[in-house]
């Protein structure tokens, strides 16, 4: 027994000794956005800028995948992920898939070795080779067009969270778009100062309709006009 409670504390001690403890799991996304974002637009799709002090993340992860050189496709990936992870800390022109004229508008990007470690470069540009694809841009560019092609009342709605309190025909936290029209059919300046300035008690006691200041006057008009309209498209 005494045998046996010495050799369970020899393995705590041996345990807790431990020269090598698990690695840190890095969140690449919150590296990209504190580490990169200051010099490369970091957006899917990227807001091009004539400003801009490097080519955006989403052309670099595109541009790398592509050109790497795997010996097996499938490891094309882990590839791109290796490559990026040195030239973060060793960048050259001889290195760079940029072509001339990238290299001579952006210049040769700075060794990052004094601002990431090994593993957070790692984090990133695993991130960057999960996040920056073909299939998530296709998904976010439909989700765009799907928003684009609604009226231009839904997009301020949408913008201000306004569907997050209030379901068209149902009451969520706040009341329904079509309980609202109802009340204010014949006062729409009404319901514009409403949304504009807050309400308290006008539906249910206690219930508080936050202010929207910084709401325009002229998506004000529109929103209203919005909620009138497809509340009697519901009716």
């Known amino acids: 027994m005494i045998k046996n409670i010495f050799i369970l504390i020899l393995l705590l001690i041996l345990?807790?000794?431990?020269?090598?403890?698990?690695?840190?799991?890095?969140?690449?996304?919150?590296?990209?956005?504190s580490k990169c974002a200051s010099c490369h637009d970091i957006n899917m799709p990227p807001i091009i800028s004539d400003a801009e002090l490097a080519p955006p993340i989403m052309a670099v992860s595109f541009h790398v995948h592509s050109l790497v050189s795997p010996i097996?496709?499938?490891?094309?990936?882990l590839k791109a992920?290796?490559?990026?992870?040195?030239?973060?800390?060793?960048?050259?022109?001889?290195?760079?898939?940029c072509d001339k004229d990238s290299?001579?508008?952006?210049?040769?990007?700075?060794?990052?070795?004094?601002?990431?470690?090994?593993?957070?470069?790692?984090?990133?540009?695993?991130?960057?080779?999960?996040h920056y694809t073909q299939e998530n841009l296709t998904n976010i560019e439909k989700k765009q067009a799907a928003f684009d092609a609604l009226a231009p009342g839904e997009k301020i709605a949408i913008?201000?969270?306004?569907?997050?309190?209030?379901?068209?025909?149902?009451?969520?936290?706040?009341?329904?778009?079509?309980?609202?029209?109802?009340?204010?059919?014949?006062?729409k300046d009404e319901m514009i100062q409403s949304i504009k300035n807050g309400s308290k008690g006008k539906w249910s006691k206690g219930a508080v309709m936050p202010?929207?200041?910084?709401?325009?006057?002229?998506?004000?008009?529109?929103?209203?006009?919005?909620?009138?309209?497809?509340?009697?498209?519901?009716?």
């Open 159 to 187: 913008k201000n969270s306004c569907l997050g309190c209030h379901g068209i025909e149902i009451k969520k936290v706040g009341p329904s778009f079509i309980s609202i029209a109802n009340k204010f059919t014949k006062n």
């Open 211 to 235: 202010a929207f200041e910084k709401i325009e006057d002229k998506d004000l008009e529109v929103l209203s006009e919005w909620i009138l309209k497809t509340a009697k498209s519901h009716r």
């Open 72 to 77: 097996d496709e499938s490891q094309r990936t």
């Open 103 to 130: 290299l001579e508008r952006y210049g040769l990007m700075p060794s990052q070795k004094d601002k990431l470690t090994k593993d957070e470069a790692k984090a990133v540009a695993s991130y960057m080779f999960s």
């Open 81 to 97: 992920i290796e490559f990026v992870t040195d030239y973060i800390f060793n960048p050259s022109f001889e290195k760079s898939f």
């Open 15 to 33: 345990t807790a000794c431990d020269e090598n403890p698990t690695k840190q799991n890095f969140d690449g996304k919150k590296l990209l956005e």
